[in-house]
Structure formats: C-alpha cells, structure tokens
C-alpha cells in the first residue's frame, strides 16, 4: 500500500503570515478526494497549521498541539516544544506518520514525524510530495518579486501542482497579520 500526499507552504512577508495546501490524497495509483482542507486556523486564529501526511495521525497531532496552545496561553514555540517532548516519550505518538507546519506571528516550525521541531532559516518552510518544488518557487518569488506572503504562498503551490502528480490546483490558503 502506497499512500501519497499533500504539499503545504508556509510564507512570511511583510509582517503577513501565509499557509497554503493543496487538496488532493492520493492512494496508490488513483485520486481518491481533490478538495480535502488540510490548512486551518487553532489557538482561536492566533496560529495557522498544515498537514502533511496520513489525516488521522496529523488531525490527532493538531489536537494535541491545541491543547497544549490552551495549556501555554497560544505560545507556539512552547506548546510545540512540549508537544515533541510528548511525540518522543509516548510510543502511539513515535508511529503516527505526519509533518506538521505551523506558525504564529512570531515564528514558524516543521515538527516531524521523528519529534524534531525546525525553525527554517529563512521565512519559507514547504513540506509534502510536493515540498521540494513548492519551496524552491517561494525562495525564487521572495528573492525575484515583491509579491505578498499570501500570493506567493499560492503561486509556489500552483508551481509544484504542475510538477508534482501529488499535488493539485485546489488551493487552501490561510494569513496571518
């Protein structure tokens, strides 16, 4: 059983926070859905999150990493810390297959699969089946235009659709700021 999936970007520019995922899941060789919303808001819209990877096991991480945005006021970096402390130390959390993009208007993370959390060097974070195309456009549209956060954020993951059979045009996009 092969399961592909989606492609979040996560942009900031300007003072704006940008999310951005497409909509299809892939199983095996077929499109099983191309409208699925895998970007949404939580701490009451102070932090913005996109999946990437098996549904159940990145909607179980979000609920978790919400109650622990409750449990630390909406503090991002120390709810997500904590989360990935747990991640390690709780043997159903180390199988669950999910990356996890999240951002505030203060920072933004990958936390992975392995309880890693990574703050990118620059303002552009992609993951997914399509990540690596979705994160060289970004990098070339912030570096080549002065498009917004939310418009590069779309124009990256329209690029990677072209490219990758994981990805489609059926874009999610959620702002910050």
């Known amino acids: ?3 592909h999936h989606t492609t979040i970007v996560c942009v900031r520019r300007d ?3 940008a999310i951005a995922g497409d909509g299809q899941v892939t199983f095996e060789n077929t499109i099983m859905k191309q ?3 895998k970007v949404q808001r939580l701490a009451g819209g102070k932090v913005l999150a996109g999946y990437a990877g098996a549904a159940a096991d990145a909607l179980t991480l979000m609920e978790r990493l919400e109650a622990k945005l409750d449990q630390y ?5 120390r709810a997500g810390f904590e989360l990935v402390k ?3 130390t709780d043997r159903v959390l180390r199988r669950l297959e999910a990356l996890l993009v999240v951002a505030d208007e203060r920072g933004m993370f990958v936390i992975s699969g392995g309880g890693d959390m990574i703050r ?3 303002d ?3 993951v997914g089946s399509g990540g690596g195309y979705a994160l060289a456009a970004a990098r070339a549209l ?3 235009t002065s498009l917004s956060a939310e418009e590069i954020a779309r124009e990256a993951l329209g690029i990677a659709a072209s490219i990758c059979v994981y990805t489609n045009e059926n874009i999610t996009v959620e702002l910050l700021g």
């Open 1 to 3: 059983m092969k399961v």
């Open 86 to 88: 747990e991640w390690r």
């Open 35 to 37: 409208g699925s919303r």
């Open 120 to 122: 990118p060097d620059g």
């Open 73 to 77: 006021a909406a503090n991002l970096e």
């Open 124 to 126: 552009v974070i992609a």
């Open 15 to 17: 003072g704006k926070t």
């Open 142 to 144: 912030m570096k080549h």
